[in-house]
Nanobody, 129 residues
C-alpha cells in the first residue's frame, strides 16, 4: 500500500522555482517526522528538509537552507517543499518519507534514510544551466 505520493516535479532553468507536494495516508500523518530526500544517479540518497506534523518544526540541509521551504497542512495530510533559486546541483529524484519507528526529528536524525519506512514513489526535478 502506498503511504505517500509525491507530485510537482519538472524541468526548470537555474534560478527557477518548483513546489513539490506529498500526500500522506491520514491515519499515519499525526505526530510524524516527514523528510524530503533526494537521490541523483550513482549517488547516495540524502536528506533535504524535514518537518514534524505536530509542532511543524522544520529542519534543513545546509546546501538548501535559505532556498527551500518545507511546510505542512494537517487538514489535507500534505507536506510541501517550495524550491526557489534552483541550481543544477539540485537535479535529482525527490522522495518524501515518514518515520517508521520513532520520531527521528526530535533526536537530530531526520536526514538518515534508515529511520524512515514509508516512502513515496518519487518525483523528478531537473535543473539546467
Amino acid at each position: 500500500q502506498v503511504q505517500a505520493v509525491e507530485s510537482g516535479g519538472g524541468s526548470v532553468q537555474a534560478g527557477g522555482s518548483l513546489k513539490l507536494s506529498c500526500v500522506v495516508s491520514a491515519y499515519r500523518y499525526s505526530h510524524r517526522c516527514m523528510t524530503w530526500f533526494r537521490q541523483a544517479p550513482g549517488k547516495e540518497r540524502e536528506g533535504v528538509a524535514a518537518i514534524t506534523t505536530s509542532e511543524s518544526t522544520t529542519y534543513y540541509a545546509y546546501s538548501v537552507k535559505g532556498r527551500f521551504t518545507i511546510s505542512e497542512d494537517n487538514a489535507k495530510n500534505t507536506v510541501y517543499l517550495q524550491m526557489d533559486n534552483l541550481k543544477p546541483e539540485d537535479t535529482a529524484m525527490y522522495y518524501c518519507a515518514a518515520d517508521s519507528q520513532y520520531n527521528p526529528c526530535y533526536s537530530g536524525a531526520w536526514y538518515q534514510p534508515k529511520y524512515f519506512g514509508d516512502w513515496g514513489q518519487g518525483t523528478q526535478v531537473t535543473v539546467s544551466s
